[in-house]
Every structure is written in structure tokens, then in C-alpha cells.
């Protein structure tokens, strides 16, 4: 294992994953890994070449070649500030496809991993506690109910400026889950020794107080 401390968050989409990692990595001045980023960055660049989904070897290489480089608020693909594009739910929907495939999870797994350098790192996606970093000193997974993951998801589009339909949401979102929960590789799973938080009725604070707790005591208790 790594002497790099790290925090896994996993869960099902919208549960503010990306959100309370951000906050977390923030407070501790950790890294941060937004593995959905990858397998969107892998589907937008299948959707820009051509590369259906069904195309295992094809995804994989797009998977393999993607040039990106994490900035500040950014991420960019060939130079070129992606950031948006692959907010798309076009995209989302698209990566949950791609992201079936052993060969592009494979084709991810090292760049995720090259992410844990000192001081730490906090990681979010679907896998991080069970396949990327099953040794994470700390593992969270982070569900909300299907109408609450709707309802949020819905203010975030519309706040960016995208239009967006409730009930579509809500379909989109139960057959995502589905998708990401029953396929064979990496299937989205709490791991045996995840600690389960339900902020279906939590703010984006107290969700972020509740992991910091939960840090301060496995930190605290792994020195004395
Ligand atoms: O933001 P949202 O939770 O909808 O998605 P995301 O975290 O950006 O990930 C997009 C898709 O990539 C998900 O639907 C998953 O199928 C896939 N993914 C994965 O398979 N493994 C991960 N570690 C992260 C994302
Ligand atoms: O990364 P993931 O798809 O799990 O979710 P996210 O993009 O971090 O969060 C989805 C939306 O829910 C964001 O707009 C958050 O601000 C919001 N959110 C919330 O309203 N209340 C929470 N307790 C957590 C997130």
C-alpha cells in the first residue's frame, strides 16, 4: 500500500460526490481526483471521433491517448478547455456506456492512481474505494434518494445556464444507476468497509462536517 493518505468517496450520480470531495481535499490542502472526469473526457472524445459505444478497442485507445491536464477550475483536453463539454448529459450518459468496458477502465487505472502524491489525496467516483484504492485510509459512500439527486441536478443545469427536464432527469438518473450498479466490471458498491452517508436530508456543510469527523477520528486514532 501507499504511505499517502487518502479518502475514497463513491456513490451514485448527483449524491455530491464531486462537491464534498472538492470541499474535503480543500480543507486538508489534499489533491483531488474527479475520476468521472476521465471515463467523460474518454466518452467526449469517442463522441467527437466517431467511436460508438459498442467499440471496446476503439474506446480503450481513445481512453489510452486522452492528453488532459487538471487546472485550477479547469480541465483541458488537447488544449482546449473541455470544462463544460463534458458536463453534457449527453456526455454523462455516454461515459456510463463506456466506463462497462474492461479495457478503458483498465486503460484509466494507472493515471488515477499517479494522482496520490503527498500531502494527500481526496478521490471520487465509482470504484475508488473498492478497485482504485482499496487501501484508502478513509471510505465514504455517499448516497441521496433518487428525487433528491434529481432535484439537485436539475438546479445545477439550470444555474449553468442548460435547459433541463425534471422527470427526464429522474429516468436518466434511475437508469445510470442501474447501468453503473449492475455491470460486471467495477460495478458501483459501497466496499465492505465503506462508512454509508445519506445526505438526502444533509447540506453540502454538514455533509463535509461529517466526513471531516469521520477523518479527524481515523487520523487521530492511527497516530496514538
Ligand atoms: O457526476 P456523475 O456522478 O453523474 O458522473 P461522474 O462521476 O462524472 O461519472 C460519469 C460516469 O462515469 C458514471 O456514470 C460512471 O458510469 C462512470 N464512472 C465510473 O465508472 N467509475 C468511476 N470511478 C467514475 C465514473
Ligand atoms: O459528483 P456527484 O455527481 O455525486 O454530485 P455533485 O455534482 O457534487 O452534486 C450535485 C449537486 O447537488 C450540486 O449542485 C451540489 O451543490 C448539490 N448538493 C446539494 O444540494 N446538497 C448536498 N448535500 C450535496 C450536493
Known sequence: G???PMIAIDGPT???KGTIAARVAARLGWHLLDSGALYRLTALACLEQGIAAGDEQGA???AAALDVRFV???VFMGGRDVSADIRREEVGNMA???AVLAPVRAALLDRQRAFRCPPGLVADGRDMGTVVFPDADLKIFLVASAEARAQRRYKQLIEKGFSANLLTLLRDLEARDARDT???NAPLAAAHDALVLDSSHLTIDQTVEQVMSWWGER???SRS
Do not use: E, F, H, L
Request: charged share 10%; glycine share 14%; no cysteine.
Open 14 to 16: 448527483a449524491s455530491g
Open 72 to 74: 485550477a477550475d479547469g
Open 182 to 184: 449492475q455491470r460486471a
Open 2 to 4: 501507499s504511505t499517502v
Open 96 to 98: 456510463s456506456q463506456v
Open 60 to 62: 480503450a485507445a481513445a
Open 219 to 221: 487520523s487521530g486514532a
